[in-house]
């Protein structure tokens, strides 16, 4: 199937025609470009609605009832006196982000210790020792996770799971 052919069915990306060219030469072909198609379409509606990254999703297996682990992406912001706010540390700064499973029931101690294992490796970072540092759980707006409130005002214990 030509470029231009794959242009008009709404494949406009060159990553995606080399896909579909070498994806077969059956004759079952236009059911698979098609079948494509929509999966590439449905993912451009993920990234076009913010669909991404969630704060926790659930690692289901199968359907074998609830997952025991949760999946959450974690990364290190550090305060900036000049701007007088926590500013996310890049990657080549020893920041970044990362995907983690998280047992439902870790607290905050297990998730900080986790994090400290990837942000401070040996107990040190960029920005000096972590034993010279305050830290501590936060949202992405910064604010602490220590303590949350449950649905009836109830201050709670924070845990992974909720």
């Not at 926790?56 to 701007?83: C, D, M, Y």
């Not at 501590?136 to 214990?157: A, C």
């Amino acid at each position: 199937m030509s470029d231009e052919k794959l242009e008009e069915l709404g494949i406009s990306a060159l990553g995606d025609r080399v896909a579909i060219t070498q994806f077969g030469t059956s004759v079952d072909r236009e059911e698979k470009v098609e079948k494509l198609r929509s999966i590439i379409q449905e993912r451009r509606r993920s990234k076009q609605s913010g669909n991404k990254g969630k704060m926790s999703r659930a690692n289901t297996v199968g359907t074998k009832g609830p997952a025991t682990q949760l999946k959450f992406e974690i990364g290190w912001k550090h305060w900036n006196e000049s701007l007088q706010k926590y500013v996310q540390k890049k990657t080549d700064q020893g920041g970044g982000k990362r995907e983690v499973s998280l047992a439902r029931n870790a607290n905050a101690s297990d998730c900080l210790s986790m994090a400290k294992s990837f942000f401070f490796p040996g107990g040190i970072s960029p920005e000096g020792n972590d034993e010279d540092m305050m830290l501590t759980l936060g949202n992405y707006q910064g604010q602490p996770i220590q303590q949350l409130v449950d649905k009836s005002g109830t201050t709670v214990l924070f845990t992974a799971e909720r």
